[in-house]
């Protein structure tokens, strides 16, 4: 994607065109998205598209499967306003984040492309697949736990990276760290303050329990290590166990 005469250095662009009829607005939201604005007003500000005309763009992307509208676990599609947009295929996630616009300053750099513009911007870029890994590896990770639904949750300044809704009393959150350092509890704390805002509740009543799991790229700290000994609602994942997870169910 990176070269000049590489394979899939304008493919997105090519399928683009051969579906849309007004391709340069529709890469603009596709940009936008990529580049961060996930909600419709956001996606109106960036591209200056008029917000009551957006739905129409948006409804063809999400019928050509290239965006798809993602809510938080715990709401109602039907229902919901609290939606965000996502580009469904990660190489057009990538294209539009690196490529678009700005393909001919790849060709200056050679073969030091990757190293000197993509790769320091890998950590930023990553989280998002890094978080849906983690919830697909949920339903083996937690296999004993009636998990029902898997999927994030957010709501006003509270995210949370990965939640599993159960069909009993336990609800199964987690948070995603892919960064350098290490884990720390820090990152444990700022989840429970969180989940005190989830307003779940089991469906056949009852005081609901909590499950927290810390998924890293690059370990843990002791004192994360330790609550993981101590408690037995905190469990510590690599990336190797999200993996491993995945391979396990597609075996």
């Given at each position: 994607m990176?070269?000049?005469?590489?394979?899939?250095?304008?493919?997105?662009?090519?399928?683009?065109?051969?579906?849309?009829?007004?391709?340069?607005r529709y890469f603009?939201?596709?940009?936008a998205i990529?580049?961060?604005?996930t909600?419709?007003?956001?996606?109106?500000?960036?591209t200056g598209?008029d917000y009551n005309?957006l739905?129409?763009?948006l409804d063809r992307l999400?019928?050509?499967?290239?965006?798809?509208?993602?809510?938080p676990?715990?709401e109602e599609?039907?229902r919901s306003?609290?939606s965000?947009?996502?580009?469904r295929?990660?190489?057009f996630?990538?294209?539009?984040r690196?490529?678009?616009g700005t393909?001919?300053?790849?060709?200056q750099?050679g073969e030091?492309?990757?190293?000197?513009?993509?790769e320091p911007e890998m950590?930023d870029?990553?989280?998002?697949?890094?978080?849906?890994?983690?919830?697909?590896?949920?339903?083996?990770?937690?296999d004993?736990?009636?998990?029902?639904?898997?999927?994030q949750?957010?709501y006003?300044?509270?995210?949370?990276?990965?939640v599993?809704?159960t069909?009993?009393e336990t609800?199964?959150?987690?948070?995603?760290k892919?960064?350098?350092?290490?884990?720390?509890?820090?990152?444990?704390?700022s989840?429970?303050t969180?989940?005190e805002?989830l307003?779940?509740?089991?469906?056949?009543?009852g005081?609901?329990?909590?499950e927290?799991a810390?998924f890293?790229r690059?370990g843990f700290t002791d004192?994360v290590?330790?609550?993981a000994?101590?408690?037995?609602d905190v469990?510590i994942y690599?990336?190797?166990d999200?993996?491993a997870a995945l391979k396990?169910?597609?075996d």
């Open positions: 990176l070269t000049r005469h590489g394979s899939l250095r304008n493919e997105p662009e090519h399928v683009l065109r051969m579906e849309l009829t007004e391709p340069t603009s939201i596709l940009e990529a580049g961060g604005a909600g419709r007003n956001g996606i109106a500000g960036v598209i005309q739905s129409t763009y999400s019928r050509l499967r290239l965006i798809e509208r993602h809510l676990v715990t599609p039907e306003k609290r965000q947009y996502r580009l295929d990660p190489l996630r990538f294209w539009f690196f490529l678009y393909s001919d300053r790849y060709d750099f030091e492309a990757y190293e000197r513009l993509v950590a870029f990553v989280p998002p697949a890094f978080e849906q890994l983690c919830c697909e590896a949920l339903w083996t990770l937690y004993e736990t009636p998990i029902v639904d898997v999927g949750w957010w006003q300044d509270h995210e949370i990276d990965v599993g809704l069909d009993e609800l199964v959150v987690g948070e995603c892919y960064q350098e350092s290490p884990l720390d509890y820090g990152a444990l704390a989840l429970e969180h989940v805002e307003r779940w509740q089991p469906s056949g009543g005081t609901r329990t909590v927290y810390l890293s690059s004192s290590h330790e609550a000994v101590e408690r037995d469990r690599t990336i190797d999200a993996v396990k169910m597609s």
